[in-house]
């Protein structure tokens, strides 16, 4: 499961024996010491750059064993830093195992702060919030790997993808994308959800640069004044 979560509801079925129970989540939680049990993660691929994605509600088969363990989580889980790009966009999704899913939903919607959930500082995954009717979804092929081309606004974007395997399970996968003005130019590094994106040098950076060349040139005719006034 994914760190810096804040609330998590665990769901146990074995032998027709069905355990609920909700936890409070300060770390890595690992049930039965079983981490076998935690679906791998998918793969997202835009313009070269790679993200791992997050992992979501889910009901996994442990290794070896005949039940499977599953959890409930709040939102959608995706990583803190978004993947970059402009539309339209080709997006290339990989899914983890070798053997085609029987099932796979692909969907988009559009988040700002407000559909933040756990506002932790320095996370490594954020939960997001969401409503049905804000989706966006598309027809992706039950492959291993497929292409998705997408034209999206400007803005953050969660990618939310439903996958389950015959034999293994499903589970919710999400990723992070910001899709940028095409003319904007990356500025700075980005080190949160909010990306800040710049065309032209602002009218206050002009102003300032304007500012500093008419105190030089005051400074240079003081000097070239006291030097004439001494001869």
Known sequence: MNKGLDMVSIKIRWNNIRIVAGM?????????????AEPPPAI????????ISGIGTNCWKVENETFRLCADYAGIITPAEPLLTKS????????PLQVP?????FSTFRVTDENELNKVKGAAYVAWN??????????????RESDINLSLEPGLYVLNVFVKWKEKGDVSYGFLVQVYEPEAKITNKVSSPEVKITDKVSSGEKTA???VFLAITAFLLVITLRRNRRK
């Open 24 to 36: 409070a989540m300060l770390s890595l939680f690992l049930l039965a010491g079983s981490a076998s």
């Open 44 to 51: 997202l691929k835009i313009d070269g750059n790679e993200q």
């Open 88 to 95: 339209p966009f080709t997006a290339i999704l990989r899914l």
């Open 101 to 105: 899913p029987e099932e796979l939903e």
């Open 130 to 143: 969401f409503e049905p009717k804000n989706w966006s979804s598309y027809n992706v092929p039950l492959e």
């Open 209 to 211: 640069g304007f500012d």
